[in-house]
């Protein structure tokens, strides 16, 4: 891509979209970002003020459900690429308040598809000149899948069998993207990754909250015993794997992302107790104050990820272990919390 390409990241300035964007600007110096967020609860700017100065990052507060905005963001910037994270994603909040994550994650979903549409072109299967190659990307989630058993891995062939709201509005999302590739020939890509953690993520969030509550000297609540599994994706590892899709993927393709590091609730609990009691010891162990809480409703069991598609097609590999990865997550937020 030469200078005078532009893409669009929706979300930016959240946990995921703020690790791209950051990610994105130092890897493809010569690509614009017009990074587009509501910046609700879980969209900061201090997530990006490391690149507050970058002439290559203009950052735009909007709801991606505004046509009219969205109208004038594509007229305006000549975008050649759409990457879209903007996105409700907390399964506790679907529970309580649903209506917002039906409005942005489908609404949203929709408008940002239909503007596209409309500046790239012509017709059905037909770009304008000079947008062939147009491209855009939906960020997506495994939890779109339903729960696994003991065994098993979802692929990028499972049946969807959400079973939260949000998952729900994301499942919904995925199939609006799909329709307008085999409608339209929009040239579109999906990825659905595991459980991200990392630097940047809100603190409503498990990793998170772990940690806070473990230095506020807090009881550090675990539904129900603990033994729900997850697969855990370091941020980073997920943003390159979001680039090559982007960059290198078959248009109207999906591919699942995942860090093939499967671990239960308990074992994160007691995993960040032990580094914070090597690198924060207090009088007692951390590990005393991991306290167990009513389940909520329609847990899920478990997520495991097959990343081989995107691992053989497009030769991502991630980068950390959980082991590695939670050391330097825990790191981060400490000097965070310290501040």
């Known amino acids: 891509m030469n200078r005078s390409k532009t893409i669009l990241i929706s979300g930016g300035a959240g946990f995921i979209g703020s690790n791209f964007v950051n990610y994105h600007l130092k890897t493809h110096t010569n690509i614009r970002i017009v990074n587009l967020d509501k910046l609700t609860y879980a969209g900061e700017l201090s997530n990006l ?19 009219y905005l969205t109208e004038d963001l594509f007229k305006k910037y ?9 996105a409700e994603s907390h399964v506790d909040n679907s529970i ?47 939890e779109v899948y339903g729960s696994l058993g003991d065994t098993g891995l979802f692929s990028e062939d499972t049946p969807y069998a959400p079973n939260s709201p949000y998952s729900a509005s994301k499942a919904s999302s995925d199939f609006i ?29 498990l990793i998170p909250t772990i940690i806070k ?28 794997g979001i680039d090559l899709a982007f960059q290198k993927g078959r248009s109207g393709e999906t591919y699942n992302i995942g860090g093939e590091n499967e671990r239960n609730n308990l074992y994160i609990a007691n995993k960040i107790c ?3 009691n090597s690198l924060a010891p207090k009088d007692r162990s951390y590990n005393e104050q991991i306290t167990f809480v009513k389940d909520r409703p329609g847990h899920d069991f478990r997520y495991a990820i097959d990343s081989s598609k995107i ?12 082991e590695s990865g939670i050391e330097k997550t825990v790191k981060w937020y400490l000097n965070k919390f310290s501040d």
């Open 49 to 67: 003020k490391e690149i507050e100065n970058n002439e290559n990052h203009i950052f735009i507060e909007g709801d991606i459900c505004n046509p």
């Open 78 to 86: 000549n975008f050649s690429g759409v990457i879209h994270f903007a």
């Open 96 to 142: 309580s308040k649903p209506d917002e994550f039906i409005r942005t994650n489908v609404l949203g979903t929709f408008n940002l598809l239909k503007t596209a549409k409309k500046y790239w072109m012509n017709e059905p299967h037909v770009f304008k000149k000079g947008f062939e190659t147009n491209r855009f990307h939906h960020i997506s989630t495994d």
């Open 177 to 205: 993207v799909r329709s307008y590739f085999h409608t339209y020939g929009m040239n579109v890509v999906t990825t659905n990754c595991s459980n991200n953690y990392g630097p940047k993520q809100h603190e409503e969030k």
């Open 213 to 240: 509550k473990a230095i506020n000297n807090e009881p550090i609540p675990i539904y129900g015993d603990g033994n729900n599994i997850r697969d855990w994706l370091y941020v980073e590892d997920h943003c390159i």
């Open 274 to 276: 032990d580094i914070l």
């Open 311 to 322: 691992r053989k097609e497009l030769g991502w590999q991630p980068e950390e272990n959980f």
